[in-house]
Structure formats: structure tokens, C-alpha cells
């Protein structure tokens, strides 16, 4: 029941900015946790932002500083901005989200940062 669908990936230079967005059916992002996974091509999937029900949040060291996540609690949405882009940031983005552990997934959005 629960489904999650990114959009907003796609191109940008080093040093640029992408918003991505993810809008949840049958979850209420009142209710959990959300965030953001992303996985680069030959490494492993990792953890780059989160934000709990009351508004704390999490950042994995090498995005910190550049991104942020945030929520809106009307439209059910989320949204993870990205600045000052590297090239290691390429990856697939999965949207998550759970009622206490991030467990429920979007199909990705890629994105691709140029030198």
C-alpha cells in the first residue's frame, strides 16, 4: 500500500545545484521517519540524509554542509536540495521512509554531476 516516487534527478556541473522531491502515498510523513539513499555505480548504498518526526536530522559527513532535507507535513511531500555538487555525487537517490526505520523505497532517480 505504501509507495514513494521520486522526481528531480538528472544533470548538473560540479559545483551546481539539483532538487529532488519524493511524494508518499498511503504513509503520512507525520507519522515516521524519511530521508534519502543513494547508491554510486561499483559502491555500496549508503545513507545521506534523514529526518525524524520531530524534526531532527541526519547527514552522512560527505554531503553535510551542501545538502538539505526537509519535509512538508500539508502535502505529504519531501525534498533533498543539493548544493555545490561534486562528481562523486553521481548515483542513483532512493527516497525512503518508515514508521521508525527507513524500510519502504522509491524505485530512484539518477543523478549525474559533470567535471
Known amino acids: 500500500q505504501v509507495q514513494l516516487a521520486e522526481s528531480g534527478g538528472g544533470l548538473a556541473q560540479a559545483g551546481g545545484s539539483l532538487r529532488l522531491s519524493c511524494v508518499a502515498t498511503?504513509?503520512?510523513?507525520?507519522?515516521?521517519?524519511v530521508g534519502w539513499y543513494r547508491q554510486a555505480p561499483g559502491k555500496e548504498r549508503e545513507l545521506v540524509a534523514r529526518i525524524n518526526a520531530d524534526g531532527t536530522t541526519y547527514y552522512s559527513d560527505s554531503v553535510k554542509g551542501r545538502f538539505t532535507i526537509s519535509r512538508d507535513r500539508v502535502k505529504d511531500t519531501q525534498t533533498l536540495q543539493m548544493n555545490s555538487l561534486k562528481p562523486e555525487d553521481t548515483g542513483i537517490y532512493y527516497c525512503?521512509?518508515?514508521?521508525?526505520?527507513?524500510?519502504?523505497w522509491g524505485k530512484g532517480s539518477t543523478v549525474t554531476v559533470s567535471s
Open positions: 498511503g504513509f503520512t510523513w507525520n507519522a515516521g521517519v
Open positions: 525512503a521512509a518508515g514508521r521508525i526505520v527507513l524500510d519502504h
